[in-house]
């Protein structure tokens, strides 16, 4: 636990209020991780911060703890905490009212899908901090109903899908229209360079920090393996992993929508307890599913990649990637579910025999060798109608193609009294291709 914590400094050496630290302890922290250890300091003597760290190492108290000190309790709408998504927003606004649970300090989440009418009538209590995703925040700044005039202080959690090309110019518009005296902190488990240039600029000489536990950018407590599977046999190897395996808390990740709610209602169906949440949901629906799999009520939850970022459920054993992403950060957040502060976790991910490079892809990233993983009594299934019927045809044609090549090459040639002279100059007819040829590269007028 060394490798995670800080032991060699307690909360109480930050300078905090009493009431926070009743608020910590009564959570049960005794030692801040690094992340906090590193990021509080310097948050705390007002400079601007960039954060790297794993995740699941507690970057959320590592912001949140400055922001509940600094802001004096009468101040309304002092903060702002920019999300990716609206379970994320829910999340660090639980985990912020928590740890300010003997402080008068109010906290309140503003995000799509519940309606303006009550999140209005929340912001006439005057919450000192808001939480909450781009698209909501400037629809009721756009309204007057979200003043950024007294806002000192913002915050973007996960800032590398923050400032990426879906919400970039949100997030611009949104730090454009603040005070350019506002203290800035961003934090993320990844960040690349290109996103660190584009993060400065919103920033006043900030701190760089990167805080790792270890050479890979994955905590070492999740223990990572992958299976190689045919793509027909990915529902029966994740039911076989599931009765064999029995884990206490599963969350397990497809690429698309459709996916998602195919294989969620194969569980059901198989005398599996499994839940879907993606992003077509209602966020009535959405939130009661992420309830009921917190509590424990529920115990697979089949996901798209909204819930990557944004679900801190402490007692997740298994994450499965079920589909590989494209993108390597993606799978670094979907593991990243598990393992949290310190907890021990499993990752397992279902490569394809095509998918070789993206596993490749991954290794890289973290720098992690992933190692295979087989289970003897698993039994594939047998070979889907369409895809013999596939190779049946690819088989066919390349039969067919192989025959008129050899045809082509033993075809005699055609005697000179049947060739027609006349349609060549001087009525010489060619007997092969010419040595060099043009290859497309002429000069025409076309553009």
């Known amino acids: 636990m060394d490798d995670f914590f800080n032991t060699d400094v307690g909360f109480e050496s930050f300078g905090l209020s009493d009431d926070l630290l009743r608020g910590i302890k009564e959570l049960g922290f005794e030692h801040p991780t690094k992340v906090q250890a590193a990021l509080i300091p310097p948050a705390l003597a007002g400079k601007d911060v960039i954060a790297q760290s794993k995740t699941g190492t507690g970057k959320t108290v590592a912001f949140g703890l400055p922001l509940l000190q600094l802001i004096e309790r009468k101040e309304s709408l002092a903060a702002i905490i920019l999300v990716p998504t609206r379970e994320l927003a829910i999340q660090v606004t639980d985990e912020l009212r928590n740890l300010s649970q003997f402080s008068p300090m109010k906290v309140l989440a503003i995000y799509g899908g519940q ?147 195919a294989l969620a209602e194969y569980l059901v169906r198989k005398g599996i307890e499994a839940h879907a949440i993606h992003g077509d949901m209602y966020q009535g629906k959405r939130t009661r599913i992420m309830k009921l799999f917190k509590s424990g009520g529920l ?53 394809t025999p095509e998918q070789g490079h993206l596993l490749s892809n991954i290794e890289r990233l ?10 003897e009594d698993f039994e594939p299934g047998p070979l889907p109608a369409a895809v013999i019927a596939k190779r049946e045809l690819h088989e066919q044609r390349e039969a067919e193609r192989t025959t008129d090549n050899s045809r082509v090459r033993s075809a005699p040639p055609a005697p000179d009294e049947a060739r027609d002279t006349s349609k060549f100059p001087g009525g010489k007819v060619p007997a092969a291709l010419p040595a060099r040829r043009m290859g497309g590269r002429v000069r025409t007028r076309r553009r």
């Open 115 to 261: 309606k303006i009418s009550i999140q209005t009538e929340r912001l006439k209590r005057n919450p000192n901090i808001i939480v909450g995703t781009p698209g909501r925040v400037m629809d009721m700044h756009g309204r007057g109903l979200l003043p950024y005039d007294n806002m000192r202080f913002a915050v973007l959690d996960e800032v590398d899908e923050m400032l990426d090309i879906g919400f970039r110019d949100d997030i611009r518009k949104i730090l454009g229209s603040m005070s350019h005296k506002r203290q800035t902190i961003f934090v993320s488990a990844t960040i690349s360079p290109e996103i660190e240039r584009l993060a400065r600029q919103y920033m006043k000489d900030p701190e760089k920090l990167i805080v790792s536990q270890g050479k890979s950018l994955t905590v070492d407590q999740v223990q990572q393996s992958y299976f190689s599977v045919e793509p027909w046999d990915k529902k029966r190897l994740l039911l076989h992993l599931l009765r064999h395996e029995e884990p206490t808390l599963t969350l397990t990740f497809c690429r698309t929508k459709q996916t998602v709610d």
């Open 299 to 351: 115990g697979v939850l089949v996901a798209s990649d909204l819930a990557a970022r944004g679900l801190d459920v402490k007692d997740i054993t298994h994450v499965i990637n079920y589909d590989l992403p494209e993108d390597p950060e993606i799978y670094v957040h979907r593991i990243g579910r598990t393992a949290r502060v310190g907890k021990d976790g499993f990752a397992w991910s279902f490569a």
């Open 366 to 375: 973290t720098n992690v060798e992933i190692p295979l993983n087989e289970y």
